[in-house]
Nanobody, 129 residues
């Protein structure tokens, strides 16, 4: 069973930085992708970024490209999302998600929520102005 545990959410001022972590276990596959999604109150869930396990290919939504960086530490089975130059519109609950057994395909498809197999519990990020 895949388990994902997010951490790192916090209250931060505009222009500040945060690093989210997603500790994964039970992936049971060498070909997987880990993605970050976010959902703000009253809005639909949005894909933010994802990274593949086989070649570290990455994807970023236009809204975060150039400000957020996704990375992985395979030894720790942990994926990080470094968020810089935060804006009020980045305020949301951020969810970690795993796509197993088709990580390469997931990156080609830009990690849509429709193929996510497991979700974390979410961590709150609030950017105050």
């Amino acid at each position: 069973e895949v388990q994902l545990v997010e951490s790192g959410g916090d209250l931060v001022q505009v222009g500040g930085s945060l690093r989210l972590s997603c500790a994964a276990s039970g992936l049971g596959s060498d070909d997987y992708a880990i993605a970050w999604f976010r959902q703000a109150p009253g809005k639909e869930r949005e894909g933010v970024s994802c990274i593949g396990s086989t070649d570290d290919r990455t994807y970023y939504a236009d809204s975060v490209n150039g400000r957020f960086t996704i990375s992985s530490d395979s030894a720790k089975n942990t994926v990080y999302l470094q968020m810089n130059s935060l804006k009020p519109e980045d305020t949301a609950v951020y969810y970690c998600a795993a796509i197993t057994n088709r990580g390469r395909l997931a990156l080609i498809l830009q990690c849509p929520a429709s193929i996510v197999g497991s979700w974390g519990q979410g961590t709150q990020v609030t950017v105050s102005s």
